[in-house]
C-alpha cells in the first residue's frame, strides 16, 4: 500500500512543483530586467519585495485552506459541498486580498524608517504600493488553484503559470523600459507588469474551470444561493493558523538574513546564494507538500485511517529521498554552484562551506514542509503553528544568535540555528502526524 501511495503522490506533485517553480522564475525575471536599470533599482525592488513576501505569505497561507477542506469533501464523494467551499473561499481570499492590499500601503510609507539609502526610499515605496494591488488577482488566482488542486485537476495551473511567464516578460518589456509608445516607467512598470501577468492568471484559471465539462458536477461557478457562514468559518479555521506558519518561517530566514547583514557585505552575499539554492530544493518539497495534504485530505474524507497514514507517510519518505539527493548535489558541486552567481572567491568559498550545511538540512527541512501539509490535510493547524513559532523564533533563531556572537562561529553559527530549527520542526511534526493520523476520522 505504502508503494502504490508514494507512485501517486509522485505523479499529484509533479504538475504543482511546475506550477510553483513557474512563479519563482517570474520573480527571477524581474530582479534580471529591473537589474538592467541599475544598483539603485535593483536595491529598491529588493528591499520593497523583502518586506511585500512576508504581507504575500499570509495571504498564500489563508489561500491554502480552501484546498484540504475541497479534497475532504472530493474524498467523501460530497461534489457539492466542493463548490460551496471554492465559493465561501473567494468571498474569505477576496477579502482577505483587500486587507493585506490595505496593510502592504501603509507598510510601504515605513521603508523610509528603515534606514535605507535615501534614493531608493522613494522607488521602493511607490512599487511596493504597486505590487499591493497585485494581491486581488492573486488571491483569487489562489482559490480556484487551491481548489483545483483539491480535486485533482492540477495540468491547467502548471500551463496557465507558464504562460503567465510570457505575459510577465512582454509586460515587463512594455511598462519597464518603455516600448511600444508606453512611457518608461522602471522599477514602477515592473510592478504594473506583475498586476497584469497576475490578474491573466487569476482570470483564464478561473475561464478554464467554470468551462470545464470535468468540473461541471462540482458547479464551480460563481451562483452564489447564500453567505455560508458555517464554511467561512472552517476557512478561517485552517487559513489563520496556515498564514501564521508561512509568516513565522519566512520572518526567522529574513531575521537571519539581517543578523548576517551585521557581518559585513561578503557574508551576506555568500547567505543569499546559500539561500537562493536551498529554495530551489524546498520548492519541490512543497510541490510534495500540497500533493500530500490532497491525498491525506481524500482519505479523511473517504474516513479511512490506514489510507491516511500511508499517503502521510508516502509523502515524507518521497521527500525525504528528494531532498537527501539534492543535499548530496549540494555537496559534490557546492564549490561550482557559486560560481553560478558570483566571481569573487571570499563568497564563493564561504557558500560553498555553507552548502555544506544546506545538505545537511534538507532532510529535515523537506520532513517539516511535509509535515505541515499532512497535517493541514487533516485540519490539524493549532499544534503545528505553535510548533513552528517555538522551532523557529524560540529555538532557532536565539540558538543561532549565541552559536554567531556568542562562541565566534559567526555566519555558519546563524545557519546552524536554522539546522536546528528545521530539525526540531520537522521532528516535532512527524512526532505530531503519526500520533494524530491513529483517530485521523475526528477530523472530518
Not at 39 to 45: D, E, F, T
Not at 76 to 103: P, T, W, Y
Request: proline content about 3%.
Amino acid at each position: 500500500m505504502l508503494r502504490n501511495e508514494i507512485k501517486k503522490t509522485f505523479f499529484l506533485f509533479l504538475p504543482i512543483v511546475v506550477g510553483q517553480l513557474g512563479q519563482m522564475l517570474m520573480s527571477v525575471v524581474d530582479n534580471i530586467m529591473v537589474g538592467k536599470l541599475g544598483a539603485q533599482a535593483l536595491a529598491a525592488a529588493s528591499i520593497a519585495n523583502a518586506i511585500f513576501t512576508l504581507i504575500m505569505v499570509v495571504g498564500f497561507g489563508l489561500s491554502m485552506a480552501v484546498t484540504p477542506l475541497t479534497a475532504m469533501a472530493y474524498g467523501a464523494g460530497k461534489d457539492e459541498e466542493c463548490g460551496i467551499v471554492l465559493r465561501q473561499g473567494i468571498i474569505v481570499n477576496l477579502f482577505s486580498g483587500f486587507l493585506l492590499c490595505g496593510i502592504t500601503l501603509v507598510l510601504s510609507e515605513s521603508i523610509q524608517y528603515l534606514n535605507q539609502p535615501s534614493e531608493i526610499v522613494g522607488p521602493a515605496s511607490l512599487y511596493m504600493k504597486v505590487l499591493g494591488f497585485s494581491m486581488l488577482p492573486l488571491m483569487l488566482f489562489q482559490s480556484y488553484r487551491q481548489f483545483a488542486e483539491g480535486v485533482s485537476f492540477l495540468r491547467p495551473a502548471m500551463i496557465i503559470t507558464v504562460f503567465a511567464n510570457l505575459v510577465n516578460i512582454l509586460a515587463n518589456w512594455i511598462f519597464i523600459y518603455g516600448n511600444l509608445g508606453v512611457t518608461p516607467l522602471g522599477l514602477t512598470g515592473a510592478g504594473i507588469a506583475t498586476i497584469s501577468s497576475r490578474t491573466f492568471m487569476a482570470v483564464a484559471l478561473m475561464m478554464v474551470i467554470i468551462r470545464s465539462p470535468r468540473m461541471k458536477r462540482f458547479d464551480p461557478s460563481l451562483n452564489y444561493r447564500k453567505i455560508d457562514f458555517s464554511m467561512m468559518q472552517r476557512l478561517l479555521a485552517i487559513g489563520i493558523p496556515a498564514g501564521f506558519q508561512y509568516f513565522f518561517e519566512v520572518s526567522a530566514f529574513a531575521a537571519s538574513s539581517v543578523m548576517i547583514g551585521w557581518m559585513g557585505t561578503v557574508a551576506l552575499a555568500a547567505h543569499q546564494i546559500a539561500l537562493n539554492l536551498a529554495s530551489i530544493s524546498f520548492m519541490v518539497a512543497l510541490g510534495i507538500s500540497s500533493a500530500g495534504t490532497i491525498r491525506v485530505s481524500n482519505a479523511v474524507g473517504r474516513k479511512d485511517i490506514q489510507g491516511t497514514r500511508a499517503a502521510g507517510f508516502s509523502a515524507t519518505l518521497l521527500c525525504a529521498g528528494f531532498m537527501a539527493s539534492a543535499g548530496l548535489v549540494f555537496i559534490v558541486f557546492r564549490f561550482f554552484l557559486p560560481t553560478l552567481y558570483i566571481s569573487e572567491k571570499a563568497v564563493i568559498d564561504i557558500s560553498a562551506s555553507l552548502l555544506v550545511i544546506v545538505a545537511f538540512f534538507q532532510v529535515s527541512d523537506g520532513t517539516q514542509a511535509v509535515g505541515l501539509g499532512i497535517l493541514r490535510g487533516m485540519a490539524d493547524m493549532k499544534i503545528p503553528t505553535l510548533i513552528t513559532l517555538a522551532a523557529y523564533w524560540l529555538i532557532g533563531l536565539p540558538s543561532g544568535y549565541l552559536l554567531a556572537f556568542k562562541f565566534n562561529m559567526g555566519i555558519y553559527g546563524v545557519w546552524y540555528g536554522l539546522l536546528i530549527s528545521l530539525t526540531a520542526s520537522g521532528f516535532l511534526m512527524m512526532i505530531r502526524f503519526n500520533s494524530k493520523s491513529k483517530k485521523a476520522i475526528s477530523f472530518y
